[in-house]
DNA sequence: CTCTCCTTCTTGACAGCGTAAAGATCACTG
DNA sequence: CAGTGATCTTTACGCTGTCAAGAAGGAGAG
């Protein structure tokens, strides 16, 4: 196997078909992304993919859970890089919100309900959804536990705060928000919390 | 003019084909809506939407547009209905969701920046859009002015606020939070602010 | 080394789509 | 009643997703 790009058998083709989504994403949005413009991009027949994937949304499946990995990855680097609860709070927020901004089309992919149906997401995906959960409900424990408050409905906090940078994000990667009314907004809800 | 069915002219094509897919838009995601299926449905032969409409594109912003409308006499009528500024700003939120989980293509469609590319939103929508930012402006106002807050970062906090709503909606709407989580949400961020 | 099998990839085909051009039909005006 | 312009239909093109059939080549058995 490996990268043997020996003429008729490619090798890994998958990984290839992948990543040539990946980079589609760069300048389309998911729902512009053809099958066979994925396959051209790969350098390989316009049905190719189909030896490797069911169908197009299967495909446009594993671009998505491509790029959640990523996503993840930058908001667990994002939180490992501060030590106090609160900044590691708000430094989450900033990757999320920051990931959105630069990266729109895969931001859509990775949630758009067509292709990850919620509640029964691939076997690949499940476990970063539920990382990502985690690492979220982590953040704020550990932030609601530094300001000495009751930990009662930290789950319902966890949510709300979870719609807030959720909706920001989106409405920053849609354009309806400018990316620098972000922080001064998080600030404005949660920097004056408990005053 | 009228709704003369007398055969070969319509009589109000371009009204139908916009109810037409506002009624598909009930079962079917925006993306999956074909400009051939609105024009069966409307009973009119593939072409006739051209003579009404740009594109495919330009079709589903008007419904779009429609959709608009319908999401913002919701919020309207839900903000009508309270008295107490704490609970026009919860109603209005309710109502956001409400729409969102209601009818979730809508709501994509709504805020597809595809199709309604923010900045330069239609004549049609621009004025829904701004009427919708001072709707939630006003709410927010009211609210810090009842509790006797300072109103330096209303504008931040009503960003923040519109994100987190906006959030929620979303998420309910693709199905990756329960509906009945928003309200305990919405309570552990707001109802406990200040105290 | 050769034969065979199985996987991978290609080719060709089909229906459905968005869109444009050309033709048919109707309402209205003079 | 003739003509004109708007509205709708028909036809056609290239692109798409998908399937079926065939070609290419690696892997194991003899």
């Known amino acids: 196997m490996s990268r043997s790009a020996s003429g008729y058998h490619h090798g890994d083709l998958r990984r290839a078909l992948v990543a040539a989504g990946v980079t589609l994403l760069d300048e389309q949005p998911p729902g512009r992304i053809s099958l066979r413009e994925v396959a051209r991009e ?16 299967d495909l446009l499946k594993a671009v998505g859970d491509e790029c959640m990995r990523d996503f993840l990855d930058r ?4 939180v490992a890089a501060e030590n106090d609860p609160a900044a590691r709070l708000v430094a989450l927020g900033e990757a999320y919100v920051a990931y959105a901004a630069d990266r ?28 990502n959960e985690e690492l979220l409900a982590e953040c704020v424990v550990a932030w609601l536990e530094g300001r000495g408050e009751a930990l009662t409905d930290a789950a319902s906090l966890a949510a709300a705060l979870w719609g807030t940078v959720h909706g920001l994000a989106g409405l920053v990667s849609e354009g309806h928000l400018a990316r620098d009314q972000v922080m001064p907004a998080l600030q404005a809800l949660v920097g004056d919390r408990g005053r």
Chains 1, 2 share one sequence.
């Open 42 to 57: 790969a350098g390989v027949s316009h049905a190719a993919p189909y030896h490797h994937f069911g169908d197009r949304g």
């Open 75 to 78: 908001q667990e680097s994002a």
């Open 104 to 131: 729109p089309h895969a931001f859509a992919l990775i949630f758009d309900p067509e292709l990850c149906p919620p509640g029964d997401a691939s076997p690949e995906r499940a476990p970063l959804i539920a990382r």
